[in-house]
């Protein structure tokens, strides 16, 4: 059989250089690839077979949104092997990376990373068609694109409107992680937040035991080259809660 030029001879896995794709994409713009029709329709048994042939009726809890190349989910699944968690990526050539990364940890590590999936998606447009109401206990929007024109505020990916969204598909108690490192969409993002009536903050202890908020900030490729770059990142940890 002839060697894949796109892996590692070694270890089996992709290699970046060959699935590049601009930073960003314009989650505005209407791309074409196929939506389930609600949460329903979702067929785990492709994205997690060993799972489901388990326990037939886990749910996704977790989800990274706009994961880029996988590195928090990478280092997720192994923290959190019982737990089903997807990213939701925009970029096809960055969905198909992260696709053959998963599928070569799985041969690589029998046993391992079956918790773990990608989705090619908008999630600006389409959170609701994967999610149930309070299915999720974590999203994750790390070093999300920020936007910078006024006019383009829409896209951001944490906005008021699309708060509502995110605390529909949460449970109560469930976490939504942020950081960035432009400090004006750090604090638009805290602020979104802090104005919502169905979030709060986490407290300097919870912040502290929580084991993912340090993989924030290195377990992805962004969090890495701000951290050689000596550069400075802005959190935002809040909790879904109750409306009385």
Not at 7 to 23: D, Q, S
Request: with cysteine; net charge neutral.
């Amino acid at each position: 059989m002839g060697e894949n030029p796109t892996h590692n001879k070694k270890t089996g896995l992709p290699r970046k250089r060959f699935y590049r794709a601009r930073a960003h994409s314009n989650p505005l713009s209407d791309s074409h690839f196929p939506i389930p029709i609600s949460p329903a329709e979702v067929d785990y048994s492709l994205h997690y077979p060993e799972m489901v042939k388990v326990d037939g009726s886990k749910k996704i809890q977790f989800a990274d949104v706009g994961c880029g190349f996988g590195g928090l989910l990478i280092a997720l699944a192994p923290l959190f092997p019982d737990t089903l968690m997807v990213g939701m990526e925009l970029r096809d050539k960055v969905t198909e990376y992260v696709k053959e990364r998963i599928l070569g940890l799985r041969t690589t590590n029998p046993g391992q990373y079956q918790n773990v999936s990608v989705v090619r998606t908008n999630s600006m447009k389409y959170i609701p068609n994967y999610f149930g109401k309070g299915q999720l206990k974590k999203m994750f929007f790390l070093f999300p694109d920020p936007h910078f024109k006024e006019k383009n505020h829409r896209r951001r990916v944490i906005s008021p409107f699309l708060l509502d969204e995110y605390a529909y598909v949460l449970a109560v108690g469930g976490i939504i992680y942020t950081i960035t490192d432009v400090e004006e969409l750090g604090e638009w993002m805290k602020s979104c937040l802090e104005e919502h009536p169905m979030f709060e903050p986490l407290t300097t202890e919870e912040l502290e035991a929580d084991q993912v908020v340090k993989l924030l900030s290195t377990a992805t490729e962004e969090g890495q080259k701000v951290a050689r770059n000596d550069g400075q990142t802005f959190r935002a940890v809040y909790r879904r809660i109750a409306t009385h």
